[in-house]
């Protein structure tokens, strides 16, 4: 199978009890409930139970944690501005050419508990595609009323942001093996524009070629993608979703007054 950004399983069919859509309406459900979260002890709470269910379901954490980390790179950089644009408690003052600069307590534990959602989020849905074959995610996105050019560009992307990733790292395989090496910057900007000049091109003709072979395949005369329905099992996602939000409301935060007690 060719590869994409994201992790989904090889293979154009599931193999678990739950259809594609229900466990994609789940993993938006469960990001709802995490968005909302005002307590980072919580939101560890609700990170474990997505390593326990996903352990439980057989994930592959290797390929998930990869991709989510990944991802969390760049969220970390809005995370780490927090401390200094946030609250009102001062707990450190840095001196800088500029002038002063606070760190705030309001803003660390900002800063952490956003940290802690994101990651969270991305977990559930990146561990969810994982359980997810190409066909059922697009047959999943069908089904919600998805519209087809939108389905159809999400896949052209996932396709070839990895592929245009490789070639770049082909080409620059191919500059060093034939003696290039990185000099003055006039050199390295030339060298540059020469990469991107030649991966725009072959991208271009790539394309047409693509373009044509849909079009050969019937593309543009109807709908292809079907959507993806569900199944008796489903219901047991939605006890749990329902359980979950019964326990934050109900069990958790007496535990965890409990404990701060």
């Known amino acids: 199978m060719a590869k994409f950004v994201l ?3 090889e293979g154009r ?3 678990g009890p739950f259809s594609p859509t229900a466990m994609l309406v789940t993993a938006l459900a469960f990001a709802v409930i995490v968005s909302v979260q005002t ?5 560890m709470v609700l990170i474990t139970v997505v390593l326990l269910g996903g352990t439980l379901a057989r994930t592959k954490w290797h390929s998930v944690f990869s991709l989510a980390t990944k991802l969390e790179a760049f969220v970390l950089l809005w995370i780490l501005l927090e401390p200094f644009l946030y609250g009102t408690t001062v707990v450190a003052v840095f001196t800088l050419p500029w002038g002063p600069v606070h760190v705030y307590s309001e803003g660390i534990t900002f800063g952490i508990l956003l ?3 994101m990651f969270c989020i991305l977990l559930v849905f990146i561990a969810t595609l994982s359980h997810m074959s190409l066909a059922g995610f697009t047959g999943a996105l069908r089904t919600l009323r998805v519209p087809s050019s939108f389905v159809g560009s999400l896949l052209i992307m996932l396709r070839y942001i990895p592929l245009f ?3 770049r790292s082909r080409m620059q395989d191919a500059q060093a093996l034939r003696g290039f090496e990185r000099g003055a910057r006039r050199s390295r900007i030339e060298s540059l524009g020469f990469l991107l000049g030649s991966m725009i091109d072959r991208a271009f003709n790539r394309s047409v070629a693509v373009y044509e072979s849909m079009i050969l395949r019937g593309f543009g005369s109807g709908t292809h993608i079907r959507g993806a329905g569900l199944r008796r099992k489903d219901a047991a996602l939605l006890i749990l979703l329902l359980i979950l939000v019964l326990s934050l409301v109900f069990i958790l935060p007496d535990i965890m007054g409990v404990f701060v007690y």
Do not use: K, N, Q, Y
């Open 13 to 15: 069919s599931d193999s």
């Open 7 to 9: 992790p989904f399983i």
């Open 39 to 43: 307590s980072p002890a919580i939101t």
């Open 115 to 117: 940290g802690l959602r």
């Open 165 to 167: 990733a490789e070639e």
